[in-house]
């Protein structure tokens, strides 16, 4: 069982910064997808970055040039550079991992970081 970690959440004015990490317990060897999406409370959860083996990287139209996603292979770890935070941005976030099997895909979630953003 893959096991994944979220730290970085928090109360943030209008205009700031918070930097999300996810910690994945052991190394992935098999191609995968890792992400961060997002629930606010009675909207369904949506796609915020992910980022492919390959390194490319796919992000929400509402979260472009504001947001980046990186991964540190060393550490295991991936983050959400959040800049320009915006009080549609607050919601919990949550990591995630596919990895990619010949006839299924195994789906990993994080336990969620709350991100408020408010004055």
């Known amino acids: 069982q893959v096991q994944l970690v979220e730290s970085g959440g928090g109360l943030v004015q209008p205009g700031g910064s918070l930097r999300l990490s996810c910690e994945v317990s052991r190394s992935i060897s098999s191609p995968s997808l890792m992400g961060w999406y997002r629930q606010a409370p009675g909207k369904q959860r949506e796609l915020v970055a992910r980022?492919?083996?390959?390194?490319?990287?796919n992000y929400a139209d509402s979260v472009k040039g504001r947001f980046t996603i990186s991964s540190d292979n060393a550490e295991n770890t991936v983050y959400l550079q959040m800049n320009s935070l915006q009080s549609e941005d607050t919601a919990v976030y949550y990591c995630n991992l596919v990895v990619i099997g010949s006839m299924l895909n195994e789906v990993y979630w994080g336990q969620g970081t709350q991100v408020t953003v408010s004055t």
């Open positions: 980022l492919s083996v390959g390194g490319g990287t």
